[in-house]
Nanobody, 122 residues
Framework: QVQLVESGGGSVQAGGSLRLSCAAS?????LAWFRQAPGKEREGVAR????????FYTDSVKGRFTISRDNAKNTLYLQMNSLKPEDTAMYYC??????????????????WGQGTQVTVSS
């Protein structure tokens, strides 16, 4: 069983930065950040393999967001720079145990946090 607790959301003006954190209990194979805006489907933002540190980003955040993890603290991070109003959403941390390919499809992840709200104003 894996428990995930996100923190770090908030309100910021366009062009600003925020750093999200996700404290994980238990071992994981890969971790990811997803987001969901009102009336929209949940969207994968970035993922990282816990062992190798290999990362992948959705196109809309490349060059602006950085996913990282601190294995000693069992914590996942998402550094978000140059934020845009369209980044406004509830952001969720997700984890997968076991092997296989870790894509940015929600169905690939077994465990989810409760979410943290990010609001970017223009």
């Amino acid at each position: 069983q894996v428990q995930l607790v996100e923190s770090g959301g908030g309100s910021v003006q366009a062009g600003g930065s925020l750093r999200l954190s996700c404290a994980a209990s238990g071992s994981t194979y890969c971790l990811a950040w997803f987001r969901q805006a009102p009336g929209k489907e949940r969207e994968g933002v970035a993922r990282i393999y816990t062992g190798s540190g290999s990362t992948f980003y959705t196109d809309s955040v490349k060059g602006r967001f950085t996913i990282s993890r601190d294995n000693a603290k069992n914590t996942l991070y998402l550094q978000m720079n140059s934020l845009k109003p369209e980044d406004t959403a509830m952001y969720y941390c997700a984890a997968r145990r076991g092997g296989g390919v870790c894509s940015l499809l929600p169905g690939k992840y077994n465990y989810w946090g409760q979410g943290t709200q990010v609001t970017v104003s223009s």
